[in-house]
């Protein structure tokens, strides 16, 4: 019997491969199988003895590579489901294993191989990775304790199911893969770099890095697959005439991308899943012959049984290949495709985990008189679990503005659960107008109550718009830093409590500050200050050397300044600003008790008519009477307990606040018809009003109608 088997691809064809054997039938599938893998080997050992022909460098290496025919190699045959191995003496012989003491079991293989190379031979007969032909390269330990490199090719052949069934493979010695001293310390170096890599742009600046320089290249390309588009993550080097001009075509952005149709010879290469190398004037197509008119590799990057990527390495003047580059290339590819697969999976994280945790934060900040508020948030570089660290501006009657910063411990799904509601719970009590020290003390019961062994540190500052006066309390939170009108930069001296959500009944002292107009103030949280490599005092200096050193007419700046001088987050950061202007008109404000006496709205109008003349305001009497009587009304009518009316006006707003003791918010009617003798009241404010609504205060709410006035001169 005669057997006829070319030896490479289409692309590149080194050869054939003729087989005899005694008279019979024929070969059968499973010798066919064996002989087309034996016939891949035979190529990869005519290209290794090819290149060993020409000095891949001008200090050729003395080390010798494989023959023209695999050595000292077997075939075997693995039945998946029973883990039955039937494997020739070769086999054996390379595994130090004798004879008579082979059991037929797929662990004893196990046994001999190198325990981080197991990974690679399981993952070949792994449910859903079956992609057919399957090469890799492994390490055993025979029984004296040597280390051999063997190489191995086989088949997987799957039931009617589509499951792996048998596993065909020959292996052979693959001693010529050992490294060099110069190859391990590259390796080890792109292995140490590949490690701090999270992002699909630094995984290719490290590969670019790692190789050109060492292999003396002209370009280098990483690009991802995505169907049958090639999207280049990098190019180095970056300038678009510095690449063939099918590629500058599709430049279209940053990050541009090909079909793989007009490529076939990448294509194939990416099919048949082996490192590449193209020589000087071979017949590629422009596309590629452009990239490395002196020599071309192409390296594909397997990982998880398929390929998801490609790196092109370039060279303009004529490069020899040795067998000794492929070896180095082929490790390098592995690493590489598997570093792009875990970015690839970090990069989708860290974008779902940012979208969660700004979801949990305020869309925007309010507009603010008499100082301008600026936040920041940038999540964790390692890591791809949300984080706790929250931010708020509440703004609160009478001037007032809460500014509060927390940190809830760890990083998790329930560390942001916890963030949301410590910042619902304390915008709530704000709201409801209880004091600073009141509304930790409520959010350090909640938090206690809800037994999630979590804690979280806050820091609350509510602060007068109009005087500048500031109350701070501390919840285990760093305290707030301060750059004065003048530069100078200080830590406020605030007092504090433990974090929330330790001791029910802590107590959270408050702390006076006054803050001069032109002052800023910033509240960050310990992510921004201190890392492993970080103590906090130094942090919390260099903070304040570039608060120091920014111009505080731009608060957004600044915080971005901050931000740009923590490259290695190992925390989540978030930075609340505000400069304190001060009020240029401060609003006027006038108060009045309604009593219950049957002509209480009568007294309510003609003490908001004798106010607003007072205050040059008489040109709105008319509508401002409207809405004092319908709130008045409703007040009197439908609850029981104190009513207070509020007058307030800043600039051209008149804000008319009227005080209750009931919890209930005003229902507006959803239909009123002709003959009906109430439900029009609100239906009147809505419409006069530049704005309305109402809000809880202190067990009762308060309704409010804001109205464009005119001032006479």
């Known amino acids: 019997m005669l057997g006829a088997l070319p030896l490479g691809g289409e692309s590149r064809l080194l050869g054939c491969l003729l087989v005899t054997a005694r008279p019979g039938t024929g070969f059968d599938a499973d010798q066919r199988a064996l002989l087309e893998l034996y016939a891949d080997q035979t190529a990869a050992g005519l290209e290794a003895a090819a290149a060993r022909a020409l000095p891949a460098r001008p200090e050729p290496r003395t080390r010798t590579g494989p023959g023209l025919l695999p050595r000292r190699g077997g075939a075997f045959v693995v039945t998946v489901h029973t883990g039955r191995m039937e494997a020739d003496g070769s086999v054996l012989d390379l595994l130090g294993i004798p004879p008579d003491a082979f059991d037929g079991n797929v662990s004893t293989l196990l046994e001999h191989t190198v325990p981080d190379d197991i990974p690679a031979l399981m993952a070949i007969v792994e449910p859903g990775r079956v992609a057919g032909d399957q090469q890799l390269a492994f390490r055993i330990r025979r029984p004296g304790g040597e280390l051999r490199w063997l190489g191995l090719r086989c088949r997987v ?11 065909l493979g020959v292996v052979g010695d693959a001693s010529y893969l050992r490294p060099s001293v110069d190859d391990v310390s590259l390796v080890q170096r792109l292995s140490a770099a590949l490690a701090g890599a999270t992002t699909i742009r630094q995984v290719s600046r490290v590969v670019v890095d790692a190789l050109r320089e060492p292999l003396r290249a002209d370009r280098v390309a990483v690009a991802e697959l995505e169907g049958d588009r090639l999207v280049v993550t990098l190019l180095d080097p970056p300038q678009p005439d510095a690449w063939p001009e099918s590629w500058r075509a599709e430049w279209r952005s940053e990050w541009p991308d090909a079909s793989l149709h007009t490529l076939p010879t990448l294509e194939g290469a990416l099919r ?67 570093a792009l697969t875990r970015a690839h999976a970090l990069d989708a994280g860290h974008e ?48 007032h503005v809460a500014l509060v910063i927390g940190d809830v411990q760890g990083h998790s799904a329930g560390a942001a659960t916890i963030m949301g509601q410590m910042r619902t719970a304390i915008r709530a009590y704000a709201v409801e107008g209880h004091p ?59 007092d504090g409590g433990p974090p929330l959500g330790v001791l029910a009944d802590a107590e959270y002292p408050m702390t006076e500050l006054n803050l001069a107009p032109g002052t800023l103030l910033a509240l960050v949280t310990d992510g921004l200050v201190e890392s492993a490599s970080l103590p906090m005092e130094e942090g919390v200096r260099a903070v ?9 007419a731009d608060p957004g700046r600044v915080a971005d300044e901050l931000l740009a001088h923590n490259h290695r987050r190992d925390d989540d950061v978030a930075v609340l600003l505000l400069r304190y202007d001060g009020m240029r008109v401060r609003p006027i404000r006038a108060r009045w008790a309604v009593w219950r006496l049957p002509d209480a709205v009568m007294h309510a109008r003609r003490f908001t008519a004798r106010t ?43 804000r008319i606040d009227v005080n209750d003791t009931s919890p209930r918010a005003p229902v507006r009617a959803a239909s009123t018809d002709w003959e009906a003798t109430g439900g029009r009241g609100l239906l009147l404010v809505e419409a006069v009003s530049a704005s309305w609504g109402s809000l809880p205060l202190g067990g009762g709410k308060q309704v409010w109608a804001e109205l464009t006035v005119e001032r006479t001169p």
Not at 452 to 477: K, N, P, S
Not at 544 to 552: G, V
């Open 272 to 338: 048949e899943g082996h490192v590449s190398l193209w020589p000087a004037d071979t017949g590629l197509e422009p596309g590629l012959a452009g990239i490395g008119p002196g020599g071309l590799a192409v390296l594909p990057l397997p990982a998880e049984g398929r390929m998801v990527g490609v790196c092109l390495v370039g060279w303009d003047r004529e490069h020899r290949f040795g067998a000794e580059e492929r070896s180095l290339l082929t490790a390098t590819a592995g690493m590489v495709g598997q």
């Open 612 to 654: 607003l003349r007072s205050w040059s305001a008489d040109g709105s009497v008319d509508m401002a009477l409207l809405v004092v009587s319908e709130l008045v009304t409703n007040a009197v009518a439908h609850t029981r307990g104190e009513v207070r009316l509020d007058l307030t006006l800043a600039g051209d707003r008149l």
């Open 544 to 552: 304040r050397s570039l608060l120091a050193a920014a111009d505080p």
């Open 436 to 494: 600073p020290d009141v509304v930790v003390a409520h959010a350090n019961r909640l938090l206690v109550g809800m037994e999630t062994d979590l804690f979280a540190t806050c820091c609350y500052v509510d602060l007068d718009m109009e005087e500048g006066i500031a109350w701070v309390v501390r919840a285990g939170h760093l305290p707030p830093l301060l750059r004065l009108p003048d530069g100078t930069t200080r830590e406020a001296a605030a």
């Open 352 to 399: 779902l985990a940012t979208m969660l945790q700004r979801s949990l934060l305020p869309r925007k900040l309010p507009d603010l008189g008499g100082g301008t508020a600026v936040a920041r948030y940038l999540p964790a570089t390692r890591g791809l679990e949300v984080g706790g660290d929250w931010y708020d501006v509440i703004p609160l009657a009478d001037g």
């Open 157 to 167: 052949q799957t039931d009617a199911g589509g499951a792996p069934a048998r596993v």
